[in-house]
C-alpha cells in the first residue's frame, strides 16, 4: 500500500487536496491552481490517490497514472457518506480521501481519450434520434388536438361529421363558426363571439 493516500476535488479552475498517511493522520492539505495540480504530483513520492468520476475525472487520471500514481475513480454515491460538514471543496476532499480506501466499493474504470469520444459520440446519436421521435410525437398530437376542434366545431354547427378527415390549419374552424353565426337567431350573435363555445348551447 502506498504510504500517501490523497483525496483530489477537481474543479474548473482551484483543485483541493486532502492526503492523510499510513496512520489516518492528515498530512497535506492544501489548494492548487490547475497549472499546479500535475508539478506538484510530480514532485510527490507513489500515493493513492481518489477521485470522484466524473467526465473530466479520466483526463486526470490518465495524467497521475503516467507520473506513477494509482489512481481510483469513486462513483459519487460512495463518495457521499463520508461527507463530514457542509459541503465544500476541502470536505469533498476528506470525503475523497476517507472512502478511496474503503473495501467493498466498485470503482469506475478508467476511460482512453478514444473511448470517451465514442462515448460522447453515442451520446449525440442517441440524443439526436431522442429528439427526433419527440419531435414526430409532438406533431402528431397537434394534428389530431386541431383534428378535434374541427369535429366539435362542426357538430356545433349541426353539420355531417367525417371521422377520418384530418384539420388543414385554423381557417377550417373560422369558417365553420361563421357558418354558425348565420344559423343563430338574430340577437345571439353577440353572445357567440364573446363565448363560442356556450354560445353553442343557449
Given at each position: 500500500?502506498p504510504?500517501l493516500?490523497?483525496?483530489l476535488?477537481?474543479?474548473?479552475?482551484?483543485f483541493q487536496i486532502?492526503g492523510?498517511?499510513r496512520h489516518?493522520?492528515?498530512?497535506?492539505?492544501?489548494k492548487?491552481?490547475?497549472a499546479e495540480?500535475?508539478?506538484?504530483?510530480a514532485?510527490l513520492?507513489?500515493?493513492?490517490?481518489?477521485?470522484?468520476?466524473?467526465?473530466?475525472?479520466?483526463?486526470?487520471?490518465?495524467?497521475?497514472t503516467a507520473?506513477?500514481h494509482?489512481?481510483?475513480?469513486?462513483?459519487?454515491?460512495?463518495?457521499?457518506?463520508?461527507?463530514?460538514?457542509?459541503?465544500n471543496?476541502?470536505?469533498?476532499?476528506?470525503a475523497i480521501?476517507?472512502a478511496?480506501?474503503?473495501?467493498g466499493?466498485h470503482?469506475v474504470a478508467i476511460?482512453?481519450a478514444e473511448?470517451q469520444?465514442?462515448q460522447?459520440?453515442h451520446r449525440?446519436?442517441?440524443?439526436?434520434?431522442?429528439?427526433?421521435?419527440?419531435r414526430?410525437?409532438?406533431?402528431s398530437?397537434a394534428?389530431k388536438?386541431?383534428s378535434s376542434i374541427?369535429?366539435?366545431?362542426a357538430?356545433f354547427a349541426g353539420?355531417?361529421?367525417?371521422p377520418?378527415?384530418?384539420?388543414t390549419?385554423?381557417?377550417s374552424?373560422a369558417?365553420?363558426s361563421?357558418?354558425?353565426?348565420r344559423?343563430l337567431p338574430e340577437?345571439r350573435t353577440r353572445d357567440?363571439?364573446r363565448h363560442?363555445?356556450?354560445?353553442a348551447?343557449?
Open positions: 500500500m504510504a493516500t490523497i483525496g476535488d477537481i474543479a474548473k479552475n482551484v486532502h492523510v498517511d489516518g493522520k492528515t498530512v497535506v492539505q492544501r492548487l491552481r490547475r495540480v500535475l508539478k506538484f504530483f514532485k513520492e507513489c500515493s493513492l490517490v481518489g477521485i470522484e468520476a466524473c467526465h473530466g475525472s479520466h483526463f486526470w487520471a490518465r495524467e497521475l507520473l506513477g494509482t489512481v481510483r475513480l469513486l462513483p459519487t454515491q460512495y463518495v457521499k457518506p463520508f461527507l463530514v460538514g457542509g459541503k471543496d476541502a470536505n469533498d476532499a476528506a480521501c476517507a478511496v480506501t474503503r473495501s466499493i470503482f476511460k482512453s473511448q469520444s465514442m460522447s459520440v449525440m446519436r442517441c440524443a439526436t434520434a431522442f429528439l427526433s421521435m419527440y414526430l410525437h409532438t406533431t398530437m394534428a388536438a386541431r374541427d369535429v366539435s366545431n357538430s353539420e355531417t361529421v367525417r377520418k378527415r384530418k384539420a390549419s385554423v381557417s374552424v369558417r365553420l361563421t357558418r354558425k353565426l344559423v340577437g357567440w363571439t363560442p363555445v356556450a354560445g348551447f343557449d
